[in-house]
């Protein structure tokens, strides 16, 4: 997909077209790659990177029929050196090829030039790794977070800014309160601030937010605190959420929020019930069903 | 150089044997590149990664007699796509080939099994990338440096967290007052915690931290509130601090904190003085020059 329109309503069209908000997070792992794919030497990093390159186009071939957005984790290629980069590259391209939306998850931030470099380097058509959006953190401040918002602005490009994040210890500095709110909410309202005079006829901007599913009633109130925002929300599946969890972050019309899953779709011909029904070795159609199922389950909850 | 020795004490040693503090920052950017290097066409990836090397390998070779420690900063490599990531890996082993520390700028955070990969990754002599440390960002939380901390011990490797940054919009979480501490001082004391059952015969810890120039007086409160944290100081030069500054950031002995330079060593050819004494083209000679101006400079104030 050409990033030709403006990326809030790109993923907006995505999800409706699709009738999903389902994300496939990309995220190989070695040691759960399916046998048949697995390299002997875990430390073979060019051999592992052929098979995660070899995985992840599988698992797109299986879920691209039934959602819009992918989602490769940056650091499981990093791992691997050089090699890796190379092959997440070519997962990159071949999901656009496909009509996802690709995020790359590089929860990436520096200053001045530096963020330019990432913004350049990742976002746009026009760039070498072509991703649709990336996720960034704030820590650095808003002057850190301005030169990603300008690409996305140049390039139809979106970014997903950190929030309120899915794990036990988030709340280290994102619950701290100041100035009577807690610093997840500053960065929240800088969001819908950046956002402002970028939307699209979607209603949402360029700028989403990662608010986790393990938080539910933040993650309402934060729905209600950035309406212009599209929320990526991990934690659904392996990390305990449940679709009762997402639902409250999706707007009127059950869209402006994606719910990432991994673990739970990547490696589902581990789990019992698609063993059962496809036997042992069958990752795709495992992959697939499982998919399918969420799409079921979340489609479930976001129009009640 | 490998990592037989604890981080804490290798940089320490690093510090004592170079009689430097100065960290040359290998932030290559085609603009500047020296015209001899540069390619005509900038989006030629695979072209400007063939310059990148070329380049650095220049600087290390023209630094290495004068300093411990380089720090690619990786936003420049990531922007060439898969390409730069090849070059980055190449410079990485040649400085560490040239008995330098090598700090990567990556910024990097996650949470969990990812924050292990971006580790693993990354750090120590098994690592495919094998960098001596590796700069992190807290936004996510103890749990999400925990993993950084584990590769540290397993691996002698180091990381510098972010506590105060250098630039003008740092404030906008990290000064944030909570529980009557500023943000940035929360991770300070995080930092401290963390080094407590790792400290070397240095007195320091493997958990680094940055803390920018630009900012003098934080720079000294935390000095004396991380006493056992090695400090990186970015902001010197082209950002605007000057000795006297960074004074601030060192121990009893001066040592203790590393000063990061880019611009001011890498495009030293383009400063009029340089240009004047060596001529134009003489890059390496003017980076090597610089390199020795800013260690007088620093060594000047540092043991006062």
Chains 1, 2 share one sequence.
Not at 155 to 184: C, E, H, M, W
Not at 190 to 206: A, C, D, W
Not at 209 to 225: C, D, I, K, M, N
Request: hydrophobic share 40%.
């Amino acid at each position: 997909m050409t990033a030709a329109t403006h990326f809030g309503d790109r993923l907006d069209e995505t999800l409706l077209r699709s009738d999903s908000v389902v994300c496939v997070g990309l995220d190989p792992r070695v040691s759960q790659l399916p046998p048949s794919l697995r390299p002997s030497d875990h430390c073979d990093w060019q051999a592992v990177a052929a098979a995660y390159l070899q995985f992840c186009v599988g698992i797109i071939d299986a879920v691209a029929a039934h959602v819009g957005v992918v989602k490769p984790q940056s650091a499981f290629f990093e791992e691997l050196g050089p090699a890796g980069m190379v092959a997440l590259g070519s997962i990159v391209r071949y999901a656009r090829d496909k009509n996802l939306l690709v995020i790359l998850d590089g929860k990436r931030n520096d200053i001045g030039t530096t963020a330019e470099a990432y913004a350049r380097g990742y976002l746009g058509d026009s760039s070498p790794w072509q991703c649709d959006a990336l996720t960034v953190s704030p820590y650095l401040g808003r002057d850190s977070i301005d030169p990603f918002v300008a690409q996305c602005d140049a390039a139809n490009a979106g970014i997903f800014v950190l929030v309120k994040t899915s794990n036990p210890g988030g709340g280290f500095l994102q619950d701290q309160v100041a100035n009577a709110r807690p610093i997840y909410r500053h960065v929240a309202d800088l969001v819908t601030e950046l956002n402002k005079p970028r939307l699209g006829i979607s209603g949402y901007g360029p700028v989403g937010t990662v608010v986790g599913a393990t938080y539910p009633e933040q993650l309402q109130s934060l729905r209600a605190a950035m309406p212009t925002s599209p929320i990526l929300i991990p934690g659904f599946g392996a990390q305990g959420a449940e679709a009762n969890d997402v639902a409250f972050g999706f707007d009127a019309k059950g869209r402006g929020a994606i719910v990432n899953s991994s673990r739970h779709i990547l490696f589902a011909y581990e789990r019992p019930e698609y063993r059962e029904r496809y036997g042992a070795g069958k990752w795709q159609e495992a992959a697939e069903a499982a998919t399918v199922e969420m799409n079921h389950q979340i489609n479930a909850v976001r129009r009640r």
